[in-house]
């Protein structure tokens, strides 16, 4: 059985029975993990008789990372407030200067309390005063190693946005070299290329990879996407579909709690089981808010508070 096996598995060679000595190092199967062998030609030798087994622990295993309720959603908090950052992204901006992101709600605090209000609110660094200077510092930062910086020049040419032109073969670059270094968010766009083939030809198999990546970085877009794929194209698995939304809505992702709710209306999720992702839903939703940020939202004072790209236009705005 998988735990008579797991229990020998720190002891003997799973193929020839030798224990581990000073002359015999057991390696465990990278892949179920179960098992051990005293060396490669045992393990090949026990491969047929261990495939169903590992087949099956790995796929185990795996979905034990993949449905685990992330720590915190990918943004993280502003190094300001210490907040959790807003989902809009229009509320959010990234700092070319320092490579940080800073909810609308601390510049807004920042430009009215300030006498010197075109500075970066966290390391007090002039703002640009162009987009070309806002794309200069943030290739200087892409060339120091900064991920946040080439996932932004990603997202810019992926939208023709801070004066770039529109490249998609520049953006998947960009998202590739970011995904390379950890950045969930450009795992999730690599995904999202894959799946409507933006670039590169449509492979579901790449996009979900790159999905299933982001969703356990915390990435509710990519847990919802996950979703998505389990009721199109996973024989309509119902079940698996309602555990990535119900991380998801934790996640504060609103799409995601409708369509637990509709779950819930259909016999697919349990009145408890939809109550309690509502009230965490609720809570987090909460987390977010402040006086600070509903001000910034509202777009009055300063046209600081609203450039997404955060430089500061030449003359002031009233």
């Known amino acids: 059985s998988i735990m008579s096996a797991s229990v020998d598995a720190d002891e003997v060679c799973a193929a020839c029975g030798k224990q581990a000595n000073d002359g015999v190092t057991l390696k465990r199967c990278n892949a179920c993990k179960i098992v051990t062998y005293c060396g490669v030609d045992c393990q090949k030798a026990h491969r047929k008789q261990h495939k169903n087994a590992c087949k099956k622990r790995a796929v185990e295993l795996k979905d034990e990372i993949l449905f685990k309720q992330p720590e915190e959603h990918y943004r993280g908090d502003c190094p300001i407030c210490y907040l959790p950052h807003p989902l809009e992204a229009s509320q959010v901006t990234f700092k070319s200067c320092c490579g940080k992101d800073i909810c609308k709600g601390c510049q807004f605090a920042q430009v009215s309390s300030s006498n010197l209000p075109r500075v970066c609110a966290f390391c007090r660094v002039p703002n640009p ?41 520049e953006a998947f670059k960009m998202f590739t070299k970011a995904a390379e270094l950890g950045d969930i968010a450009s795992h999730y766009q690599l995904g999202v290329m894959y799946w409507n083939a933006q670039h590169v030809d449509k492979d579901l198999k790449r996009a979900v990879h790159h999905f299933e990546i982001a969703a356990i970085g915390g990435h509710p877009d990519g847990r919802f996407n996950l979703a998505v794929d389990e009721i199109d194209n996973n024989n309509r698995n119902i079940e698996r579909a309602m555990k990535h939304f119900f991380i998801a809505s934790l996640l504060d992702q609103d799409s995601a709690l409708e369509q637990l709710k509709r779950g819930y209306k259909n016999g697919h999720v349990s009145k408890e089981h ?45």
């Open 129 to 169: 005063t162009s987009k070309f200077e806002f794309v200069r510092r943030a290739r200087e930062r892409m060339e120091a190693g900064d991920l946040r910086a080439i996932h932004e020049l990603g997202c810019n040419y992926y939208s023709g946005g801070a004066g770039l032109v529109l490249d998609l073969g």
């Open 274 to 318: 939809f109550l309690s992702a509502f009230r965490a839903h609720h809570d987090a939703v909460g987390s977010r808010k402040s006086k600070q940020r509903d001000e910034a939202a509202s777009g009055i004072r300063y046209k600081v508070c609203t450039t997404k790209y955060g430089y500061s236009p030449s003359k002031s705005s009233k």
